[in-house]
């Protein structure tokens, strides 16, 4: 009861100094935290700081609901001392007669521990003074002071995330001449070959919009890419912006640092590791089961070289029921897709599952949208030589529309077959389920090199001339 009458006198009492206050500068305040460290308002505020004030005490609970969200903490690591150094924070709790106990949650009038896992200062008054002099007249009061000296109540408005507290700050800063950019959090897609790509998200605390970088890679202290892209953060603003690495080291996970200097300023860094793709010898297993409509959307998967060109790939059949390996022809990186263009659920009644040649899993799925894709590293890689060159028939030689594939005996089905013109590009790409099998063609004249690989690694080359 007396706590009751009391907290109704003192909410009378501020009311009445909230509306004699109304367009006052914030009162300045020197005050010692529990830590022992003292906070001069005006010396953050002249300092360009804005500065959020918590008006609390420890037995009101929605000052804890609020406090357990831990947004404040959030804003106050990124932005704080520790963090970028643009603003301040505190917690005064309010109610001369708590203690040291409550704050740490042992005392007899608190709701918790509020020091447990909370970096920003607090501040535990003897008297009312502070919060009688910025008008609180309830619990929580969240102030926010502009460097200008003048201060609002967020009551009702108080930001719930650390993007909206992030807004609320970038409003209450004068931006920096130039450019100032500092990176709030940076990701790295991973697992990766040969290249990945880094989303960085900065905030530019200067006035102008930086346009370009340039990045420079590091692996292990030494550069493995140097580059200049463009790169574009508003004034006061925050954007997400993507960086291509390239060159990195296969087969091993790496800590990769990226020093982006925009252009007249100062380079800042950033770093992360990334793990490597998948390393496989010789071939990859692909096991696709249909499911009834996979024709009708055009579903269809393919394997890229490092440098995006087609390797193998094949359209997927509404009942197919594949099982191939995939030889390669060259020590690179390779990356496994397939897509469902039209419906885009993926195969929702079938399975397309990928694993290395010592069997581990590159892609386990069934609905995987309109597209899934997965990386890996040919170590090493089998010859036409040690694979076995064995004869199967291909006719007519010349041909003009289509072309008949006798596969070899030698041969284990299912074979895949490909043709690749005089520039080394494929053209015709194609899983041969039995022995004897009819390819529709439609190429330009000239030469062409056709391949047939079984299973078993067995393979047939043949010159085909195209002649209409």
């Not at 200062?121 to 000296?149: H, Q």
């Not at 006719?395 to 030698?410: F, G, K, L, R, W």
Request: aromatic share 8%; hydrophobic share 40%; net charge negative.
């Amino acid at each position: 009861m007396k706590r009751t009458l009391l907290s109704m006198i003192f909410t009378c009492m501020m009311t009445v100094m909230a509306l004699q206050l109304q367009g006052q500068d914030a009162p300045d305040f020197m005050l010692t935290d529990i830590d022992g460290n003292e906070h001069h308002m005006y010396s953050y505020l002249d300092d360009g700081k804005p500065v959020i004030i918590d008006f609390f005490t420890t037995w009101c609970g929605p000052c804890w609901s609020l406090h357990q969200t831990h947004v404040l903490e959030d804003v106050y690591s990124l932005y704080g001392p520790d963090g970028a150094d643009i603003m301040m924070a505190m917690a005064i709790e309010c109610d001369p007669s708590t203690t040291l106990a409550d704050l740490q949650g042992t005392g007899p009038n608190t709701a918790g521990n509020w020091l447990d896992g909370s970096t920003y200062p607090y501040i535990d008054l003897e008297d009312t003074a502070v919060p009688m002099s910025y008008g609180v007249n309830a619990y929580p009061t969240i102030m926010m002071v502009t460097p200008d000296r003048e201060y609002s109540n967020m009551y009702g408005v108080v930001p719930s995330t650390t993007d909206s507290w992030t807004q609320q700050v970038l409003n209450n800063l004068d931006p920096k001449p130039g450019v100032d950019l500092f990176a709030l959090e940076s990701s790295f897609a991973s697992p990766a070959c040969g290249s990945s790509m880094a989303t960085i998200k900065f905030i530019n605390f200067g006035d102008t919009d930086p346009g370009t970088a340039n990045v420079q890679v590091l692996v292990d202290g030494q550069e493995v890419d140097n580059a200049d892209y463009p790169m574009s953060v508003s004034s006061l603003s925050v954007s997400d912006v993507e960086i291509p690495i390239n060159n990195l080291p296969t087969g091993e996970d790496v800590e990769v640092e990226l020093v982006i200097t925009p252009e007249g300023s100062e380079a800042t860094s950033v770093t992360g590791s990334i793990a490597a793709a998948l390393n496989t010898d010789l071939f990859v297993r692909v096991v696709i089961e249909g499911d009834g409509t996979a024709d009708l959307d055009g579903t269809n998967w393919e394997i890229l070289r490092s440098d995006g060109s087609v390797y193998y790939g094949a359209d997927v059949a509404k009942d197919e029921s594949l099982d191939l390996k995939v030889y390669v022809d060259e020590v690179d990186c390779y990356s496994f897709r397939i897509y469902d263009p039209l419906f885009g659920d993926g195969l929702s009644g079938g399975s397309v599952y990928v694993e290395t040649s010592n069997g581990e899993v590159l892609m386990d799925e069934s609905n995987f949208g309109a597209e899934a894709s997965a990386d890996y590293f040919a170590a090493s890689v089998s010859s036409v030589d040690e694979k076995d060159i064995v004869a199967s028939e291909m006719y007519p030689n010349p041909a003009s529309n289509q072309i008949t594939v006798e596969v070899s005996e030698d041969m284990t089905l299912p074979a895949s077959f490909t043709m690749v013109n005089q520039l080394g590009q494929l053209v015709v790409k194609d899983v041969l389920q039995a022995s004897s099998n009819t390819i529709q063609l439609n190429l330009e004249n000239g030469s062409y090199i056709a391949t047939v690989t079984g299973q078993n690694g067995k393979v047939s080359v043949q010159n085909i001339m195209i002649q209409k």
